[in-house]
């Protein structure tokens, strides 16, 4: 999860700056800290070890009755606490993306949050990715507005969706790439054997949107929420049997040619935000010819990686066939998703 860590309450210092804003917002706010001293938080530091981003995260059941409605589920997802320092990173996609999987993981039908007026930023960072205004909170003398998402449903918008999968009529594919790009890009797919210091603060690395770029001419026939399997290949000297691993899943947003963009300077400004590659890279890539641009969304990693001989001898990946872009059948999709313990993400 890059730099963001899990920690007690307890093992956070209150008295960090981060916290000021929190204690004018909410009164009382130290006692309900101290209160909270066994239990986790996700907390990210920044290079002097200061706080820049916050979340607490509670499960609850049945009944939420100090919202206006309320809210009645089976299991709900509170996101108790959540405030980032931002810093042009895209971090707070990041923090979105542990809410996410924390919903997943805990099989819960609706999460929501809190969150006053004045915090423009993160109302449209919530709303982005699928939380609606649902109700009020008063707390105290002040109102805070309540944004809610069903977790258990999907409408057909991959970014609201997330990180729910509608497999229902989408193609499914396998998709390589380089080792040296594959964990920058794919944070919480890092193999054990890497080294986690390649994982940086930096806005490919953070954010929900990946770019990737290629020259494969089969990725043209990606469409909008088409499956994309991320297939890691061997490193350099190893044998790809057992080190080339499935390791993610991703959504389709869009593909474009480069004859889709008038100048290199167009398509390094559609790329630059969500793509590993710097702009020396992209030039390459231009100056090639006939390169393509993958936008997708990154919505789960696989819990169980998935080496190539399994792929191919339990799964059925056709070995003679072209594994920079593959297609996958529906059942071939399904038992990689089961092996690869993410079947939760799937609709």
Same mark, same amino acid.
């Given at each position: ?16 700056p ?11 706010f ?7 001293h @066994? ?13 820049i ?5 509670k499960v609850e ?11 009645q589920?089976?299991?709900i ?37 809190t ?30 507005n ?7 449903? $999907? ?5 609201k969706?997330f990180p ?6 989408a ?33 490919y ?43 993610s ?32 890279d992209?030039?390459?890539w ?8 993958i ?8 819990k ?9 001898e ?5 070995? @003679? ?7 996958? $059948?529906?059942d ?16």
């Amino acid at each position: 999860m890059n730099n963001i860590e899990h920690r007690t309450f307890a093992e956070i210092d209150l008295q960090d700056p981060f916290f000021q804003s929190l204690r004018d917002d909410y009164d009382g706010f130290d006692d309900w800290f101290g209160r909270k001293h @066994d239990q986790d938080a996700f907390v990210q530091y920044d290079d002097n070890h200061e706080i820049i981003g916050f979340l607490y995260l509670k499960v609850e059941e049945n009944l939420v009755d100090d919202i206006v409605p309320n809210i009645q589920a089976k299991k709900i997802l509170k996101v108790g606490t959540f405030k980032i320092e931002a810093h042009g990173t895209k971090m707070g996609e990041q923090f979105i993306k542990i809410i996410s999987d924390y919903a997943v993981s805990e099989q819960v039908d609706v999460c929501y949050v809190t969150i006053f007026d004045k915090h423009a930023s993160l109302i449209n960072l919530v709303q982005q990715f699928g939380f609606n205004f649902y109700g009020t909170k008063e707390n105290g003398s002040k109102k805070e507005n309540v944004y809610l998402k069903h977790m258990k449903m $999907t409408t057909g918008n991959i970014n609201k969706d997330f990180p729910l999968v509608n497999s229902c009529h989408a193609n499914k594919y396998l998709l390589s790439i380089y080792p040296k790009y594959h964990s920058v890009m794919f944070p919480d797919s890092i193999l054990t054997t890497e080294n986690k210091k390649i994982i940086k603060d930096v806005s490919y690395t953070n954010s929900i949107h990946k770019i990737y770029v290629c020259t494969m001419s089969q990725v043209e026939d990606f469409k909008y929420g088409d499956i994309v399997v991320v297939y890691r290949t061997a490193e350099y000297g190893k044998n790809a049997e057992y080190s080339s691993v499935a390791t993610s899943i991703c959504v389709v947003e869009e593909v474009k040619k480069q004859s889709e963009f008038s100048s290199f300077d167009k398509f390094y400004e559609y790329a630059c935000k969500y793509s590993v590659f710097d702009r020396d890279d992209l030039r390459k890539w231009y100056n090639k010819g006939g390169c393509k641009a993958i936008k997708m969304t990154y919505n789960g990693a696989f819990k169980k990686r998935i080496v190539r001989h399994e792929l191919a001898e339990k799964i059925g990946l056709d070995r @003679d066939e072209y594994w920079g872009c593959m297609k996958l $059948t529906d059942d071939q999709f399904r038992q990689i998703v089961t092996i690869g313990d993410v079947a939760g993400l799937i609709c």
